[in-house]
């Protein structure tokens, strides 16, 4: 028997902590250890662009609690790649990443695709390693691969030079083979500190329980349902903690959101950051005199903006939540006479009848609120949310903003979005991730009873372009992803809702004249986005009426290849640009456009 390339070290390495999808764009020297992988029978889902493969991994290592792992060439790969670095990074998604680099003997002599990946990594990942022999391969794979994982997770990276992947191992057993790497173990909270705070929820008058999407990545869904329906405490989910508990659930405040955060007086948060999405903490969205009591596995987040340190628990929720349940014992918070309860439920009714009136608009071309209910209407009656059998993505603001209220979802990690980062170009790489999780050959991720899961990625125009080239890798892999592309012709907004308009202010831009023109917000009218998917030997729907909306949905969901439904929307021209999640301010605040 040939004695073992470096290639092959790494592929069996891998294969023995227990990999067994990689997400990459292949090249020398690297594309040897993408088929040294497939050889010993791991999938290898082969990009356009490092971004949306590093994206696909991070998305992995959230939907299965294991890193995903991303390989690439040096160089300009790298560079590519660091968007999702940065993506696994601040949303703590677990992430391997592997690269390739120059012969070790040419480094500074300007080699092919030279780049000290190292020195530009090493402040963006928790560990970066460059193995410095064959043998010592196994370890580096293991350590960094661990390292991601174990604590707040994060991206490692391994720099392979080109000489190491292609030389060949003299003696065999000097090389100590990577080993199964067992979960992370999980620490609770000592009984002094557990007794105070089950103090402060049994005292509250307003009491909330924040769900983030940190409890989803923890598998922490049990436990915190058997708190929530033990003590009676409203809750309200991030948009990507949506789940975790059902959408469905009496207690939930999500419909009443502004409510919620300005009335509670003693908020427990399970696995969220007081970061933009929840204001940081900060009155007047808060109650400024509430008491921020944060569980995180991170000490770090502790007493971050308006935390309270001393109230703060450093623990795996899955060990914390049950302890605070049990220290509560058969203590339920009495919603019958609750002032805090009854501005809840008018919050709610009058909320949710707004949407319904907007969702009710015969207005033509459709409105995002209008195509989203017709959408969520139909894929109701095909797969009821309890089944757990559509997992949802969605990027975009407008699109994102707007549909994270219109589709439930009864089960943790079930919806993906631009998350902490605000991440625009993740939806389809997060859409391959999705399918790899739930639908592919090894299907580490699980939620809910259904096995399989049609993954629904909707789209804001500008979000698709970000990496719409994606389209032919689903269908390369026959993967059957159902995309809405809402095409209102631009960033956040279009120019106009009439051709001869557009093509009269497209002229003059073209001409230099600077009046009447198009704008830096601008993209191209009525884009046919579904004939990607045509070409690519997928299914394509251009709609503009509900009805055409509404059997496009019901087809594009029982194809068995990928779908793009191109929905034309009203371009929203005149509105003001800014991002739901930073409207307003505080008192004396001048409002502005946020981009």
């Avoid at 079930?414 to 592919?440: C, E, K």
């Avoid at 929905?567 to 301010?585: M, Y």
Wanted: proline share 5%.
């Amino acid at each position: 028997m040939a004695p073992p390339t470096g290639a092959q070290i790494i592929a069996r390495s891998l294969r023995d902590i227990g990999v067994t999808v990689i997400f990459g764009i292949v090249g020398i020297p690297v594309v040897e250890i993408a088929e040294e992988a497939i050889n010993l029978g791991i999938r290898f889902i082969g990009f356009r662009n490092e971004q949306a493969a590093g994206y696909a991994a991070s998305a992995y290592g959230y939907l299965t609690g294991r890193p995903g792992v991303c390989l690439v060439v040096g160089g300009p790969g790298v560079l590519h790649a660091m968007a999702g670095l940065g993506n696994s990074n601040v949303n703590a998604f677990p992430l391997l990443l592997l690269a390739g680099s120059s012969e070790t003997h040419l480094v500074s002599k300007g080699a092919f695709q030279e780049l000290d990946a190292i020195s530009l990594l090493t402040p963006h990942t928790k560990l970066a390693l460059r193995p410095t022999s064959l043998e010592s391969i196994p370890d580096a794979i293991q350590r960094t691969y661990r390292t991601s994982w174990y604590g707040r997770p994060g991206t490692s990276f391994v720099d392979l030079p080109a000489d190491l992947i292609k030389s060949a191992l003299e003696e065999v057993e000097n090389v100590t083979e990577a080993a199964p790497i067992p979960d992370a173990p999980k620490g609770g909270v000592e009984e002094a500190r557990l007794f105070k705070i089950a103090q402060l929820i049994k005292a509250a008058k307003a009491p909330l329980v924040v769900i983030g999407k940190g409890a989803a990545y923890a598998r922490a869904e049990g436990v915190i349902r058997e708190l929530i329906d033990k003590t009676n405490l409203p809750f309200l989910p991030t948009p990507m903690g949506k789940g975790v508990v059902s959408d469905s659930h009496r207690a939930n405040t999500a419909s009443a959101r502004s409510t919620a955060l300005k009335e509670a007086d003693v908020v427990l948060i399970l696995g969220a950051r007081l970061n933009w999405i929840l204001h940081f903490g900060d009155a007047p969205k808060w109650n400024a005199a509430a008491k921020l009591i944060q569980v995180d596995i991170s000490a770090e987040e502790i007493g971050q903006n308006q935390g309270n340190a001393e109230l703060g628990i450093v623990g795996d929720l899955t060990v914390v939540v049950s302890q605070l349940t049990q220290s509560l014992g058969n203590w339920s918070y009495s919603t019958t006479s609750s002032p805090y309860i009854q501005h809840l439920s008018d919050s709610k009714s009058k909320n949710e009848s707004a949407a319904a009136f907007k969702a009710s608009s015969s207005k033509n071309p459709l409105t995002y609120a209008h195509a989203f209910s017709v959408i969520e209407r139909t894929l109701r009656r095909l797969s009821l949310p309890e089944s757990a059998g559509i997992v949802y993505i969605s990027e975009g603001a407008n699109t994102m903003d707007i549909s994270r209220s219109v589709f439930p979802v009864s089960h943790p990690r079930l919806r993906l979005d631009a998350g902490t980062y605000a991440t625009m170009g993740v939806g389809l790489g997060y859409a391959i991730a999705a399918h790899a999780a739930y639908n592919g050959p090894a299907a580490e991720g699980n939620s809910g009873p259904a096995r399989r899961k049609k993954v629904v990625a909707l789209e804001g125009d500008s979000a698709f372009g970000f990496s719409a080239m994606e389209i032919e890798t689903m269908a390369r892999y026959g993967m059957d992803v159902l995309i809405f592309v809402m095409n209102n012709g631009g960033v956040y907004h279009g120019d106009s809702d009439d051709a001869e308009e557009w093509l009269k202010m497209q002229t003059k831009t073209q001409e230099g004249t600077h009046e009447g023109g198009l704008r830096s917000t601008s993209l191209g009218w009525e884009v046919g986005y579904e004939k990607i998917a045509e070409a690519c030997g997928g299914t394509g729907y251009l709609v503009r009426t509900p009805e055409d909306l509404e059997k496009a949905t019901m087809e594009g969901f029982r194809e068995k290849k990928v779908c793009v439904v191109n929905v034309i929307i009203e371009s929203g021209k005149g509105g003001k640009l800014e991002f739901g999640w930073q409207a307003g301010g505080g008192k004396g605040k001048k409002k502005t456009a946020k981009l």
